[in-house]
């Protein structure tokens, strides 16, 4: 760890012209309350590295020692965010999804499930940038930076993502899948024309029609089966969600998760 934070800091100095005085401060503050935590030593390099060489020793020593302590005050700094009451909703409405779902999904699939994404698919990045640095994005697919930031969020943070609890924020998907696949879903939507073709040959179009739901056409049993009983019974009733969903599309959902080679993970 201490060769890490070396390295960090001798970095950052260079990228940002750091004087000595602010290298050694900045470094000794990491030193000493790192903990040997390679982690906790990340989250800080990254959260100062944008800032200008005059502010950097007191932004530094406003890190707290510990993740926890850390990933409140990175909580604390969203809920204030500089960038508006909209930003901020955003971050927590991202955050309730990324801490309940399944796998990590790709930012297509996280703009078809959280409400007021959908339509500034060129700003998915951007938000998920102001969502501290709970949230990373590795080839288009995002995922927590570290367990411990999920678990944080699921324990000490529950309170301010899932203000009307977890299984509201099971049913909003539930409710997001159900939408993204009856607007999705067709016949033979890779243009194969033969029902027969081996999966194994099948290449996506460009761009790919499931791109957006291929986490919803999986899991949205799943997330409707930990939604509240209210909720289910809402969604099971003669001409209610799901009803609906299986009237409609229920044969083009079996061809989706055929081409999204699912089929077992549904089934079984």
Known sequence: VTTYIRFKVDDLSKRNNYDQNTQDAVQCHL????C?????????CKSIQQTSKRNVIAKVKDCPPGLDPLYQRMMNQILSSEEGQDDAEHCMRILAVMAVIYRPITL???GSLVDGLEDIPEEHEKIIGTCGSFLTI???????VHQSAKDFLLGKASAEIFP???????FTIFQKSIQVLLKTLRRDMYHLESPGFPIDQVNPPRPDP???SRYACVYWVDHLWNANYVSQETALVDEGAVHKFLR????YWLEALSLCSSMSQVLY
Do not use: I, P
């Open 31 to 34: 030193m000493t309350n790192a």
């Open 36 to 44: 040997n935590t390679f982690l906790w030593v990340a989250l800080v």
């Open 108 to 110: 297509d699939e996280l």
């Open 138 to 144: 590795r080839d288009g697919t995002v995922h927590f």
């Open 164 to 170: 009307s609890g977890k299984a509201q924020v099971h």
């Open 210 to 212: 499931l791109a957006a």
């Open 248 to 251: 409609e599309k229920y044969l």
